[in-house]
């Protein structure tokens, strides 16, 4: 069975919430000041049965400006997304933002609904929706479906419906990996229970009775219950939105944005990484001070420019991020840059290497080591790791310094290293060197 999570994207008041309470029953704005608003501030989570028998995962995201945070945190656990464009008002600021925000986040599927068309002249919806293929043009919405609906009226929610289904039966899993990472976005407390933590599943599996590790810091938990989609299940795994019960640390030392891992990884304070501006937005200078966000953690930093003096808007560059804060990251995560007082998303990128070295300077070798690195997969990064060091150093040792399992470290080495890397084998041990 597919695991799969959507999420809602576009601007405030289009309807987005209305519309997953139409197509699931479940009302997503459940806090006191969300009613009285009439807007989503919070993330908002559903489900929705497909005809196959599975379940799809929603999150609902607040369309608000002043929210786009918690659509970011949103938006690194989704693997498919449903763009939605009121026809009364048709693209608006976050439409355009929160399309852009999911493109640099690696998401690659999705579908546009147009609601309120009960509210218009049938023209109207015919150029809302050109005006939304005018918008995927290029982007990974090109040539989706665009669905009008009413939601208060039931029109055209059975063809979203199957919609929404097409897309996730196109879909590949979510690849699970071996480490089990869920970045928490509620914390609450139920009696008789204790802290309950949520967050969406980004690799790995975790069951009932396990040892889980709460990051930064290290601190052991055991799971006492897990649910999904708010059915107690004994497992969850990568591409499931969970729900975890959790016993060996009081409430208060949670925090949104801390990581709930079934192993203890390091933490890092820098990363070297590849970034993307948005066109028409802010240059950035050699160094910047921005707002990082990767999934639900959210903290000051400094990008330091590696491969150019200035980074203007839609071009992108080699990074080195320097983080206020310790973070847990993996190679290859996504993450989003605002303006230090991140109320302007800037762009993203990806994380080339969450161990690396601090780079005073910027040599011609430099620049070209970290070219490889975003051009190539895990065999690169071990690579370079290896070089960095002046004697063998155990796949078992690679597996904790990278955060990867080590039955990936050991998959990337039988695929083939880069030339200048030597191996050898004790037993069961793998031993990697810079030849």
Known sequence: MKRLIMGTAGHVDHGKTTLITALTGIDCDTHREEKARGITINLGFAHIDLPSGEIVGIVDVPGHRDFVNTMVACASGIDFALLVVAADDGIMPQTREHLQVMSLLGIRAGLVAVTKTDLVEPELVEMA??????????????????????APAGEGLEGLRREIAAVAEGMEDRPGGEVFRLYIDRIFTVEGFGTVVTGSVLGGALRVGDTAYLLPGGRELRVRRLERYGREAEEVCAGDRASINLVGLDRDTFRRGMLVCDRVIRPTSMIDASLRLFPQRRDLGIWSQVSFHLGTCEQQARVHLIDRDRLSGGAEALVQVVLEEPCVVQYGDRFVVRNSSSDLTLGGGEVIDAAPLHHRRRPSGLIENMSRLADGGAGELIAAEIRKRYRPVSHREISDILNLGEEEVREAVAGGLPEGVVRYSEGEEIYLAAG
């Open 129 to 150: 929706v050109e005006e939304v293929r005018d918008l995927t043009a290029g982007t990974f919405l090109e040539g989706c479906p665009v669905v009008p609906v009413s």
